[in-house]
């Protein structure tokens, strides 16, 4: 008998071909898809632990979300109307702060609430760089879902001890990866080039050396700094001190890529690294106007895999990966012209092509036989979907979180009819009240239904990290100086 059999649905398979069944039946059976075809007239009769009907439903892959941070999500909104300076110290107070072990009990509602709030929206693999993320990796298998998780490192962000935060990462790849079934993976996460010197990316190097099927996940030309850091660091730019230490490979998954050239991405194309996009939060908190856009078309033109990822939704109030696939393409047609992305391009960065970042194409991203059964189901019997023509754009385009009727990861249907099965959402619910009344009482944060205000400045520099940033800036500044007297 079968396990599940999902009949007369829309499929979008995002297979090598993209092929869409207009009127198609999906099988799966021990966690994998077994069969995809054209229904029959007696699908809904077939032997099978779960027969759904797909009636005015399209079914695609799990959405994977390529990037993000989670361990803040219940501060959505307190963000949202500081200015650019006031958003990243008080940020930076709460990482620091988190780094040493405090709030953890809003940790731990923010795993929840992030795990519940992906999953209703069609989100079925994170890829998450967090400070303390063993509750994540817990939370993200226990809901049933898929997730690559990694505790940053980094010497000049704050002021944790280097070595032990190499000890909490090797102790997390040891206790986390491959668990949950193998829906749970671990990751390396050195923070970015602008707050790591050159020894951490050599231990870094090392690490990643002593586990070769691990990501190596990080920020990587994000910001004008990234180069002069990496200049200060005894390197050509960024991309030439990962090559350095050799950390330019496949195990590369690079978020942002913002200002990179040319020679950047034929760099990272020929060493087989892949790019993790995030539009909205750089559309929302662009620090300079002048920087140029992530070159997505180059590129996947040059064969790089792209994913499209959330980055902090709480900085920019959305959890819709839907949503980032259409800034995808606004931003970009904004900065070069219409038509840079076909929608059925930009299906494949949510799904395939973001599962292939994350070195997992051959297990899920698309749907065919021999595959993960990670898929999700949208209701498009729906006005907003009326009349129901071109399929990949009502994706990108028209699709919302809310539009996702039942979600599968492995096999397993974690939601249906809207209904979740793993969570129970009113408890999460009550627990993130508590933990955010809870945080506002003990921090000097004032979170209503108005605005977030942080604490003063005043206090928000007392609990800012003291040596390593302070050493970051002198070493840019030195650099920088460096770099006029060479003009």
Excluded at 14 to 35: H, K, Q
Excluded at 192 to 212: N, Q, V
Excluded at 240 to 269: K, P, S
Aim: proline residues 5%; contains cysteine.
């Amino acid at each position: 008998m079968t396990d599940i059999v999902i009949h007369d649905a829309i499929v979008l398979t995002v297979d090598d071909r993209n092929r869409l069944f207009e009127r198609g039946t999906v099988a799966v059976d021990d966690g994998r898809i077994t069969a995809i075809r054209p229904s029959n007239a007696d699908d809904e009769l077939v032997d099978a632990d779960a027969v759904i009907d797909g009636g005015g439903m399209v079914v695609l892959p799990g959405l994977v979300n390529a990037h993000t941070h989670l361990e803040m999500t219940p501060l959505i909104g307190a963000f949202s109307d500081l200015d650019l300076l006031e958003m990243m110290g008080s940020g930076i107070a709460l990482f620091n702060r988190l780094g040493e072990g405090d709030f953890e009990y809003l940790v731990e509602a923010g795993y929840e609430l992030a795990a519940l709030n992906f999953l209703v929206g069609g989100v079925t693999t994170v890829n998450s760089m967090d400070i303390r993320p063993s509750t994540g990796a817990e939370t993200f298998g226990d809901a049933g879902l898929r997730g690559f998780f990694g505790p940053v490192i980094t010497d000049l962000f704050w002021d944790t001890p280097v070595d032990e935060q190499f000890a909490r990462a090797r102790s997390f790849i040891d206790s986390y990866h491959g668990s949950y079934d193998g829906r749970i993976r671990a990751t390396i996460c050195p923070h970015d080039d602008w707050s790591c010197t050159r020894s951490l990316w050599e231990r870094t190097a090392d690490l990643a050396a002593e586990y070769p099927d691990l990501p190596v996940h990080t920020h990587l030309l994000e910001l004008e700094e990234s180069n002069t850091m990496a200049r200060a660091n005894g390197a050509g730019d960024s991309i030439a001190l990962l090559e350095d230490v050799g950390l330019l490979n496949n195990q590369l998954i690079a978020a942002h890529f913002r200002i990179a050239d040319d020679d950047d991405i034929h760099r990272v194309a020929a060493a087989d690294a892949s790019v993790a996009h995030c539009p909205s939060v750089f559309c929302y908190w662009n620090p300079d106007g002048e920087t140029q856009w992530t070159p997505v078309p180059e590129l996947r033109a040059a064969g790089v895999d792209v994913g499209i990822g959330i980055d902090d939704h709480y900085w920019h109030d959305s959890y819709s990966l839907f949503g980032e696939a259409r800034q995808t393409r606004l931003a970009a047609n904004l900065e070069r012209g219409a038509g840079q992305f076909s929608s059925m391009e930009l299906v494949r960065m949510l799904t395939i092509e973001g599962a292939r970042a994350l070195g997992v194409g051959d297990e899920i991203g698309s749907l065919e036989p021999g595959k993960r059964a990670d898929m999700i189901l949208l209701d498009v019997d729906k006005p907003k979907f009326t009349p129901l023509t071109n399929i990949p754009a009502q994706v990108v385009n028209n699709a919302a979180p809310a539009d996702v009727a039942s979600v599968i990861v492995n096999g397993d249907i974690v939601m249906r009819d809207r209904d979740v099965q793993t969570m129970d959402p009113a408890a999460i619910q009550e627990s993130v009240e508590s933990a955010v009344e809870r945080f506002e009482a003990s921090s000097g944060w004032n979170l209503d239904i108005s605005k977030g205000d942080p604490p003063s400045a005043v206090e928000t520099v007392h609990d800012l990290p003291k040596c390593g940033p302070v050493h970051l800036l002198s070493r840019l500044a030195f650099q920088s100086v460096k770099d006029r007297l060479r003009l």
